[in-house]
């Protein structure tokens, strides 16, 4: 098989593509990727010498089309998925997330060519933190930032797609990875970063919201089988049972990094901060027998601390202009 995977650079695309090469030989892996800030190539050196490498544009036709000509499936990983920036700046996340999306289901509708689609659990809102639900393949979308607005939009597009023009494609919506190569502008890389650094974590808020972690491998792994074994047209939500609120994230952090469990700092709450993401992987644990590999959070969060102790030569270029950006929004 030949796969084309987008946004290969990036955090969860890396991963995936290290992956695929190390338990799957035999495997030939294209990444196509247009190295944004969040994108490094350098996350794909361990694989370098297996894979091919090109820089693009997902919303690029004339890149994206013999690409996909040369493919026999393409995991679409490429997004830009960063709420507070989708907050401040709209645009990126249409190009790439909309019309990024669009290209490329032109692409495979002209080639015949299996599609995956990688999307977010945000697209459904959020749940109440008393709230005993989760969200499932049939709970309706209320994405409440420019991010999740556009993620749901693409979902939408590719379902159009499969109905109208018969393009062979699954979707999945994954609860909040963590991991090795994870940029620090995210949550839990940053807060690890910043401790490396003898600097406080940072809470929005009252610290009280809910986020389902999974580790990035388990994400991965259910990637492969959805796109081995999935139905044609359907949705899976992944997700590992792993609701942590905000505030244990980082106190586990603290108590991992050998700091007291109260020291960090309230910031305030960014807008429309959802308040609870919660997901039901039953479809996918009983359709396709998938079961997460890292079923404590806390031994995934250690492992996650101990790979950026080791690799502080893979993020350090990043810390300095992070840190400048979130203090110019006082966070």
């Known amino acids: 098989m030949h796969i084309l995977v987008t946004g290969g650079a990036g955090f969860i695309g890396a991963n995936f593509v290290q992956q695929v090469v190390r338990e799957h030989p035999g495997t ?9 800030y969040a994108g490094d190539e350098h996350s794909l050196d361990p694989v370098a010498d297996a894979i091919t490498f090109v ?15 040369d493919a026999d499936a ?40 299996r ?6 659990d945000e697209v459904y809102g959020d749940l109440e933190l008393d709230d005993p639900a989760k969200f499932t393949p049939e709970t309706p979308y209320n994405p409440s930032s420019p991010y999740s607005a ?12 499969v109905r109208s023009f ?27 970063t910043n401790l490396i650094d003898g600097v406080r974590p940072k809470l929005y808020g009252t610290g009280q919201n809910v986020r389902d972690w999974i580790h990035v491998d388990d994400h991965n792994a259910a990637v492969w089988q959805i796109l081995a074994q999935g139905r044609i047209g359907e949705t899976y939500l992944i997700g590992a049972d792993g609701e942590v609120d905000n505030k244990t994230v980082v106190e586990t952090l603290l108590e991992l990094m050998g700091q007291p469990a109260d020291a960090y700092d309230l910031v305030s709450d960014r807008p429309g901060h959802d308040l609870r993401y919660a997901i039901d992987a039953t479809r996918l644990r009983e359709e396709l027998g998938w079961e997460p590999r890292y079923t404590s ?35």
């Open 28 to 36: 030939k892996v294209t990444v196509l990727d247009a190295l944004t």
């Open 55 to 69: 820089k693009g544009d997902v919303a690029d036709a004339d890149t994206v089309d013999p690409l996909v000509a």
């Open 74 to 113: 393409v995991v679409h990983f490429a997004a830009e998925s960063h709420n507070d920036n989708s907050l401040a700046e709209p645009w990126p996340f249409v190009r790439t997330n909309i019309v990024g999306t669009y290209t490329l289901l032109e692409a495979v509708r002209r080639h015949g060519t």
């Open 115 to 120: 599609y995956h689609h990688i999307s977010t």
């Open 150 to 161: 556009t993620k749901a939009g693409s979902d939408m597009l590719v379902r159009a797609w």
């Open 166 to 192: 018969g393009v062979a494609a699954t979707i999945s919506n994954c609860s909040n990875n963590y991991g090795p190569y994870q940029h620090v502008e995210k949550f839990i890389p940053r807060q690890i």
């Open 297 to 331: 959070f806390r031994d995934g969060l250690a492992a996650t601390v101990a790979w950026y102790r080791a690799n502080e030569d893979w993020w350090r270029p990043q810390k300095d202009a992070t840190e400048a950006k979130y203090a110019s929004l006082g966070r």
